[in-house]
């Protein structure tokens, strides 16, 4: 079990260098459709901010649910869903978007609300 938790652990900080290679990439740079990118809703850009930062949180809380900086984990997560979209405001082609905090908060609680449900079923008595 704890080869599998290392692994994932892996994961977890592979995602997270992931995560900020793309915010602070400039938006050419990654944005493979451009025509389609002009003719996205809020709603369709900042759902896939909702989907990453769902799956960072559960990741990143599973694999620390029996450690005990898991509370550290759960604070710092949360500011990490916060403080990638302020560096959109310092980045070249990047937008800064409100809609997109409130996708990647509500992505992060919905992963803490996923992780605290197993955690509560999932309880030795």
């Known amino acids: 079990m704890k080869e599998k938790i290392k692994?994932?652990?892996y994961l977890f900080f592979f995602s997270i260098f992931f995560l900020f290679l793309l915010y602070i990439l400039p938006g050419e740079l990654i944005e493979f459709n451009k025509e389609a990118a002009k003719n996205r809703t809020v709603f369709q850009g900042s759902i896939k901010h909702f989907y990453y930062f769902s799956y960072l949180?559960?990741?990143g809380l599973f694999v620390y649910l029996k450690e005990k900086n898991y509370l550290k984990i759960v604070f710092l997560l949360?500011?990490?869903s916060v403080f990638v979209e302020i560096i959109h405001l310092?980045?070249?082609g990047r937008e800064f978007s409100y809609y997109d905090i409130l996708a990647n908060v509500l992505g992060y609680l919905f992963g803490f609300l996923l992780i605290t449900l197993v955690k509560k079923y999932t309880k030795k008595d």
């Open 90 to 92: 310092y980045v070249p």
């Open 78 to 80: 949360f500011l990490l």
């Open 57 to 59: 949180t559960s990741l």
């Open 7 to 9: 692994v994932l652990k």
